[in-house]
């Protein structure tokens, strides 16, 4: 499967090599008309997708109880503050949804790809610390 980035530079090469602005422009005016469709990131294997208007990288975690939730959410706002990016968290009961890319020229950038891997490696370091906690109470929140 080819990513956004490829099939746009094929078209631009391949159908408009004399007039490239025009075939920027059409395939931009393509783009547009493409509303939130979700487009999987490449090779890798991720559960990463890519939403359009504006470009942007979108995941849901699951979790088991709140208590992973809430440490989940947690460390990504200390690690959002420390990055200096910030992404968009929505929470609905035990799921997460995390959008990122960078507002000032609304696409993704590597911030937004460190961002992701970063929510990557969080969500297995919560799932696996649950996994080992033998507490039964873990789905009640404390505080």
Request: with cysteine; proline share 2%; charged share 35%.
């Amino acid at each position: 499967m080819k990513t956004l980035l490829e099939v746009v530079n094929y078209k631009i090469l391949s159908e408009d090599a004399e007039t490239p602005m025009r075939g920027i422009s059409n395939i931009l005016g393509n783009l547009k008309s493409i509303s939130n469709e979700a487009v999987p990131i490449a090779a890798e294997k991720s559960e990463w997708s890519v939403l359009l208007n504006p470009e942007r990288l979108s995941r849901i975690f699951e979790f088991n109880g709140l208590r992973e939730v809430k440490d989940f959410v947690t460390h990504l706002i200390f690690e959002q503050e420390e990055m200096g990016h910030h992404a968009k968290i929505v929470i609905e009961n035990t799921s997460v949804t995390i959008e990122t890319y960078t507002h000032n020229i609304d696409m993704v950038t590597e911030l937004d790809k460190e961002m992701a891997k970063f929510c990557d490696d969080l969500y297995r370091d919560v799932k696996d610390f649950y996994m080992t906690d033998e507490r039964e109470d873990h789905d009640d929140y404390d505080e």
